[in-house]
Structure formats: C-alpha cells, structure tokens
C-alpha cells in the first residue's frame, strides 16, 4: 500500500509540475482536465496529499480567472492536516487564498494569510520556495496597494522584481514592472510609471505571457487615460480584452470559469 500511496503521489506530483506551465501559457483547459485527472485517481486510492495538491492547484486557476469565492471555497476545503511537513504546499495553500481575498476586497482575509506564512517560516527558519514566492510577492503589492500603503506596495514590487530578475524569468519580470508601474503612479510619480511601463510592455508585446499580458494591458489603459492619452489608452483596454476573451475561451459559455474572466 505504501508503494501504491507514493506511486500516486508521484504521477499527481508531475501532473502538478506540468500544470504551472499551463496556466502560465493559458492552457486552461488541458491544465483542468490532467488536474482532474489526477484527482480522480488521489480520491480513488484514498491518497489525502495527492488529492490536496489537486485541490490547491484547481484553487490556483480559479483565482486566475478571477473566480475568487471558488478558489477560496475549495483552498479552504483542504485540511490543513495533510499539509504536515509538506512546507511547498502549505505555502501554495495561503498565498492561493491570499490572491482570492485580495480579489474579494477582502484585505483583513488576505493579511490572515500573509501572517501564517511569515509565522510558519519563522517556526521553521525556511524560505517559501519559487512558485509560491512568484505569486505572495505580487499579492502582498496588491494587497498594499488595496489599503493605500503605497511605499509598502512599491517594496514588495521591487521584491518581486529582484527576485525574477537573475533568472530571467521574463513573465513574472513583466508584472513586476506592472506592479511598480501601478505602485509609481498611486504615488503620482509618472516618468516612473512610464518607465516601468514600457519595460513590461516590452516583454509582454514580444512573448505570449496572457496571465501577464492581461496585468501589463489593464495597466497601461489606467495609465495612458491617467495621463490625457485617449488612443493609447483605448488600444491597451482592446488588448486587454482581447486577452481575457482568449483566455475564457479555454472553457464552455455556462462554465463559472468562462464568465468570471467576462465579467472583469
């Protein structure tokens, strides 16, 4: 049964790996159905990390398609017991949850979080580990912007930026240059914002990153209609529907997924 138990762990823990991939490139729908997959396949052998990872990385999409009661609605589903010793995932588990409390405008929820994992890394003196890091450090920015802390939202923008930017990891440098884009124009600092700007449209407009490209186009509309530029900033709002509809299209018209994305 053991080998059993960690065969399953093994296949769902490659299904996982390749899923960052996929929801980074917008594969959504081959990351659900393999997701599922593995899912299936961790409840059938009654394999409890197996099914957590699923659930987490489910979660994961959900909040990427801003679909925030759903993803905090299945996070919260997983026991937080058969996380024991498993740092990655309890990591994945709180920043998920942070992004969808942050979505729901919920900040008090989201710092709930935040605090957990500065606990949990305290307790244990380790660090959380890149795909978790990719998404708290954004999130906190978020976060800080969400309660007009804006030098605090500027750090953990610069955080991100220094932390993708030996890589490179070009899709995450591009949203760090989006989040101090944004961090420079709440502090009414506009050459920074451009300049911020034009290095994640740089990227954006070169490589197919949607989950960063939709970010980086909302971004530049708010800025080039910030600034009087009309046309800029009607381009910039078409590609970033154009971007969201693409996306959406990974999922079937009456799918909570397909109208969470059409709604934003």
């Known amino acids: ?21 996929l929801i980074h490139l917008g594969e959504w729908r081959e990351l659900r159905r393999e997701i599922t997959a593995g899912l299936e396949l961790a ?12 659930r987490l990385t489910l979660a994961w999409l959900h909040v990427e398609a801003m679909e925030f009661d759903g993803a905090r609605e299945i996070c919260e589903s997983v026991d937080d017991g058969l996380l024991v010793g498993d740092q990655s995932t309890y990591f994945h588990k709180r920043a998920v949850l942070a992004k ?11 710092r709930r979080q935040f605090d957990d994992i500065e606990r949990r890394r305290h307790e244990e003196g380790i660090d959380i580990e890149f795909t978790a890091a990719t998404q708290v450090y954004p999130c906190l920015g978020e976060y800080y912007l969400q309660v007009d802390d804006y030098t ?26 989006g989040l101090l884009a944004r961090t420079a124009l709440a502090l009414g600092d506009s050459a920074e914002a451009r300049l911020h700007l034009s290095r994640a449209l740089e990227i954006v407009d070169r490589a197919d990153f949607p989950i960063a490209s939709w970010r980086v186009y909302r971004t530049a509309a708010e800025i080039f209609a910030k600034y009087g ?3 800029r900033a009607a381009t910039y709002r078409l590609r970033f529907v154009e971007t969201v509809r693409r996306l959406a299209q990974n999922f079937e018209p009456e799918d909570r997924l397909h109208k969470s994305l059409l709604l934003c």
């Open 1 to 21: 049964m053991a080998r059993l138990a960690g065969d399953v762990y093994t296949f769902v823990l490659f299904n996982v790996l390749e899923s960052i991939a």
């Open 229 to 231: 530029d009309v046309d």
């Open 100 to 110: 969808a409390y942050v979505g729901l405008n919920d900040p008090s929820g989201a």
């Open 152 to 177: 605090q939202a500027q750090s953990c923008a610069r955080q991100l930026h220094d932390y993708v930017a030996t890589a490179p990891d070009l899709n995450h440098l591009a949203q760090a240059h």
């Open 43 to 54: 409840i059938r052998n009654a394999n409890g990390p197996s099914s957590a990872l699923c």
